[in-house]
């Protein structure tokens, strides 16, 4: 049996012991050798947070499928689409230079290959993320990717987020996603997981082709808050939108819901994914 069909048995068997919708998530790591010392030790650690985090949801822990691919030096396809149950996070090494653009390519491509097995098995799935954290700029040939992650936002194939670590080409990636990214203070990885798991906790509670709020209720910036303030407005977007839904189902539909959105608020005014706005300093 050639390698592709092993896959292929290997998937049906798997979507028929789990049958759940699925919410994949391919997370786009730099490895390179800028990431050394207390980034990739935390960075590791965020990994374990993640898991973690999605394995306390028991609906999360089946519907949400993470997959990893590290740049340093080279591009590598690390962890192949897993369910949270299956998910070992691994210890992350440093190696190399920055194949920012190549690594982005695979992850769609592994995108691709994923919805194309669940089509194939009768899954259904929602909009697959992407998810790039680097702390630098690509050294090779990029500029491809740019219309690619751009059509693909635009016919909705995928959410792209971008977070730039401390040194990272702010402007590259502005370039390359369509929403603005956001800016990681220091080494906080942890609690940057945490709100990619709350959210998708989020995502994997409400039907596919929903599309999900994440709003900071608060009056304040989400980006001055605490650690511990930043858990409740987790909780309390949480709830928000589990009531919203369940109000909407009882009167028999579902209210239309906005795109998916950056949890930032300036003031009174929130911001859309989409505004034009600076690149916003996560948990700062």
């Given at each position: 049996m050639d390698q592709i069909s092993a896959e292929n048995a290997f998937d049906s068997v798997e979507f028929a012991e789990n049958p759940e919708p699925r919410v994949p998530c391919v997370l786009i790591l730099d490895i390179s050798t800028s990431m050394h010392g207390t980034r990739i030790a935390e960075l590791s650690k965020g990994l374990e947070t993640y898991?973690?985090?999605?394995?306390?949801d028991a609906l999360a822990a089946k519907r949400v499928e993470v997959a990893i691919v590290t740049f340093g030096g080279r591009v590598t396809r690390l962890v192949e689409f897993a369910t949270a149950l299956e998910f070992n996070p691994p210890r992350l090494n440093v190696i190399g230079g920055t194949p920012m653009g190549e690594a982005i390519r695979v992850a769609l491509d592994m995108i691709e290959e994923r919805k194309a097995s669940y089509r194939e098995n009768g899954i259904a799935y929602y909009r697959p993320w992407a998810f790039l954290i680097t702390d630098g700029e690509p050294n090779d040939h990029w500029k491809p990717i740019v219309s690619r992650v751009h059509k693909g936002e635009q016919e909705k194939s995928f959410f792209f987020f971008a977070v730039g670590v401390e040194g990272a080409n702010m402007s590259v990636l502005d370039e390359i996603?369509?929403?603005?990214?956001l800016w990681l203070q220091g080494t906080k990885f942890r609690e940057l997981f945490s709100w990619l798991s709350n959210s998708q906790q989020a995502v994997s509670r409400s039907s596919p082709g929903d599309e999900v709020p994440l709003e900071d209720p608060t009056t304040g910036s989400l980006l001055k808050l605490s650690s511990a303030r930043l858990f409740t407005w987790l909780?309390?977007?949480l709830l928000e939108n589990s009531v919203r839904r369940n109000v909407s189902?009882?009167?028999g539909h579902f209210a239309p819901l906005p795109a998916l959105l950056w949890p930032v608020r300036v003031g009174k005014k929130r911001l859309d994914v989409n505004a034009t706005r600076q690149p916003e300093q996560f948990l700062g």
């Open positions: 898991r973690d985090e999605l394995l306390a996603s369509v929403r603005k990214p909780r309390f977007s189902a009882a009167r």
